[in-house]
């Protein structure tokens, strides 16, 4: 399958810029830093949860733990898929109890991947809260899940495709649309 | 994923090096969940797994019934008395019944050699094979190889020693092949008369003399030694062959300084390994146990985690 | 009764024969053989572009019965012959009861008269019941029709008693033919001893364990003057020996089988119990062993060592399986394919194996066709192409290895005493 880019929604600025608009939400609504986790769902929720990190780190001055989240194995399409996913590492050195959790992805679709880290996370100990951040919520899902911080609201067609890259993984910051080609 | 497109696993002799690869890269997120407080993922929920061992092996048999629990599936272990067979009902006919029974996955051990091989022939489930005969013991191999991966970083270019009864294991069998396809020097040492014909065909190097087999080795990998042999007249005594071949710390020495020392479990005290040398190298050889594990998660994962119509090609 | 086979290429080696040519039956028997015979109200068989030779003998089959007819009986066994290419087949003794005595050998000479539909010569056991204890009735084994004894399936394993056999044997002028496998030496094997055992993780035959019975026996024969017949040699160094015995001017003759002259023990791999047999399938080397054996005159004779099994028997785990390969309505197709076709066996030297020399070795009064003879008659078709499907086999065995191959040249034409007995494939009787 071929896909075009069709718009460019946000580049490494507006990148920039939305992570630190949801570092300040993050700290407003928790009245600090306390307690805090950032958890990323790997692949690209991983950066993410590093730069938030960083970021609270440059408001606060406070350093706080960062895991990473596979949800491979609590996900609940693996009989659909055309191909079997790779299952990777969950690392999250710290105990998740009673922390409250940033959960972070890079973009709400369904809600199904977030149904999975929800049910993962609670493997791993029973946090006193957790709360979703999501670089863009593109609508369409299928369960009741909300996220709390959200770098842009982009409402979309199901025949089109969100793509994030991010430095670490793709060598640079950028969230495009994208459609099939010859549609 | 490099694994899907194999319904069975019958042995390793017919994996290539990717496939091995992505057994153990998967198998490393699988021993994360084994030292987890909750041991358990949803991934195979209403997945069935019988254990059929025509051959009497807690270890491997509990490894695979814990693998398939941590995944969620249902395990069902069915032990059958060898000498049924021949009496009873027919392998085929057991295996039917545990197919129309609604099982997904058959793992069979069974002490002669190609009954895996038919079983798959007989049947839709995927099957591993948990030893067969004198053949392969391709989960073992693979938790050798992860446990060698983890502490070496690599298998790549080792030089691996494989000692003792040589003829007669499987575990010999799956570990050469597998090994060798990284590029392992794999030695084979052990008496004469328990060296396999042709063993040299397979691309290992034979010798009869442990002091000089052991030289400069990254690994030893030290099997057991069954007393039927010596009723078989294969070798004079236990004695003789533990002058001969015991591994003692001497003998260690003359591997690398950072050797490590694998045995497939239980071990024979005084007979294959020395107790001082057992004593030191036990957390290994629990370490391969874990690993054991890890590595049967994975398979089953990679065999059952899947589409089952893309991969039942 | 007069039947005309009309112009096929017919190959006699016993009368230097090998031209097109008419060849006409009166009354079971072989009146001429000559271009141009007139029909005169003969039956025709149109035998253009077709190898009229004289019947084959099979000289190593199993027939199963009595005692195992779930594997083959007589009408079975013989119908697979029939559309195999073969007049005449000799049934090996290791039935239940054993061939050791006149009783059985009748039996099954008058139930090959009611059903067979080829000739059927029993051949006794050496040793009463096989048991390798005591020597049968040998001379009432000959008088009621048997013609030669054998110990196939269960060799003799004491070599005093083999020498007694032998002694006693020279006074009917009857081979020995002998099984050769030391017991001790092949104890649980499953398949040749080598590389590949050791890649299967089966237990190994060791080539040793026949060449040692081979040259035991080979040194009974000169001791006692007596003949003995090697069956299904399998390795380069019983045919060693085999050599250096004749040059010393024993009187021991051998056969080969199809299947060891095509497969090596490699096929083993797919654990497929088709190809467990005794002997093993053997190694490249001796494979190649056999076939030069053949071009070198060695080799005697070709026989199937035709051994059916029931399904039960082949369909379970590789170890439990039954040795054996049901090999008659293969055997000639093999032949032709693999060793005539590809130009490494010459038609007249395919004959000589397969009708000349076995009746010689057996003293029957068959393989040729001299006018006068008994109208036993095989006609090949070189250029026939296929498929090998063991469902459709008149045998009751389905285990063959050859299974799914497709095989250029076949048998197209069995008569049996002047009597078209099989056509392409199906009996006509």
Known sequence: MNFIEKTRIMDEAGMRRALTRISHEIIERNKGVKDLAIIGIRRRGGPLAERLAEKIKEIEGVEIPVGLLDITLYRDDLTTLASQPMVLRTEVPFDITNKVIILTDDVLYTGRTVRAALDALIDLGRPRAIQLAVLVDRGHKELPIKADYVGKNVPTSKKEIITVRVKEIDGKDEVVIEELAGE | MSFEHHKDLLGLKDLGKEEITTILDVAVPMKDIIKRDIKKVPTLRGKVVVTLFYEPSTRTRTSFELAGKYLSADTVNLAVNTSSVQKGESLRDTIKTIEVMGADMVVIRHSMSGVPHYVSRNTSMRVINAGDGVHEHPTQGLLDMYSIREKKGTLEGLKVAIVGDILHSRVARSNIFGLQKFGCEVRVIGPSTLMPPGVEKLGVKKYFNIEEGLEGVDVINVLRIQRERQKKGLFPTLEEYANLYCLTRERVSRARPDVLVLHPGPMNRGVEISSEVADSVTSIINEQVTNGVAVRMALLYLMMGGSRDEIAG | ?429
């Open chain 3, 1 to 429: 009764m007069r039947l005309l086979v009309k112009g096929g290429r017919v190959i006699d080696p016993a009368n230097h024969l090998d031209e097109v040519a008419d060849l006409l039956v009166e009354n079971g028997v072989i009146r001429e053989i000559r271009p141009g015979i007139p029909e005169a109200g003969a039956e025709v068989l149109d035998a253009a572009g077709k190898v009229v030779c004289p019947g084959f003998i099979d000289i190593h089959v199993h027939l199963r019965e009595p005692g195992f007819e779930y594997k083959e009986d007589i009408a079975s066994g013989t119908r697979a012959a029939a559309a195999g290419g073969f007049t005449s087949v000799c049934c090996m003794p290791n039935t239940c009861p054993v061939i050791d005595n006149n009783a059985v050998t009748g039996f099954i000479r008058r139930r090959a008269e009611e059903v067979g539909v080829v000739n059927v010569y029993p051949i006794g056991s050496i040793t009463k019941q096989q048991e390798g204890k005591e020597i049968a009735e040998i001379a009432d084994l000959v008088a009621a029709g048997c013609v030669a004894i054998s110990d196939d399936g269960r060799p003799v394993m004491n070599a005093e008693i083999m020498r007694r056999a032998l002694e006693y044997t020279k006074m009917f002028d009857i081979p020995v033919i002998s099984h050769c496998e030391d017991l001790n030496l092949a104890e649980e094997g499953q398949m040749h001893e080598g590389y590949y055992s050791t890649l299967y993780g089966l237990k190994g035959i060791p080539a040793v364990a026949e060449e040692i019975m081979v040259a035991r026996d080979i040194l009974l024969a000169g001791a006692t003057g007596s003949r003995v017949h090697f069956a299904h040699v399998s390795t380069r160094g019983s045919l060693n020996l085999i050599r250096q015995a004749r040059q010393q001017g024993l009187r021991v003759t051998c056969e080969v089988t199809p299947h060891h002259l095509t497969l090596t023990d490699e096929v083993v791999g797919t654990y497929d119990t088709d190809t467990k047999v005794n002997p093993p399938l053997r190694s490249r080397e001796d494979v190649e062993a056999l076939r030069a054996a053949l071009r070198e005159g060695l080799v005697d004779c070709i026989a199937t060592d035709h051994a059916p099994h029931e399904l039960e028997a082949k369909d379970c785990e590789f170890n439990l399986a039954s040795f054996g390969i049901s090999g008659l309505e293969t055997a000639v197709a093999v032949i032709l394919s693999e060793l005539v076709n590809p130009g490494e066996l010459d038609l007249g030297e395919m004959v000589r194996l397969l009708a000349v020399n076995p009746a010689r070795v057996l003293g029957l009064d068959k393989g040729t066709l001299t006018p006068g003879a008994a109208a036993d008659i095989t006609i090949l078709d070189l250029n026939a192409v296929k498929e090998v499907v063991p469902a459709s086999f008149h045998s009751k065995g389905k285990n063959n290895p050859f299974k799914g191959r497709r095989l250029r040249g076949w048998p197209w034409a069995t008569i049996v005493s002047g009597k078209i007995v099989a056509l392409n494939g199906e009996i006509m009787v």
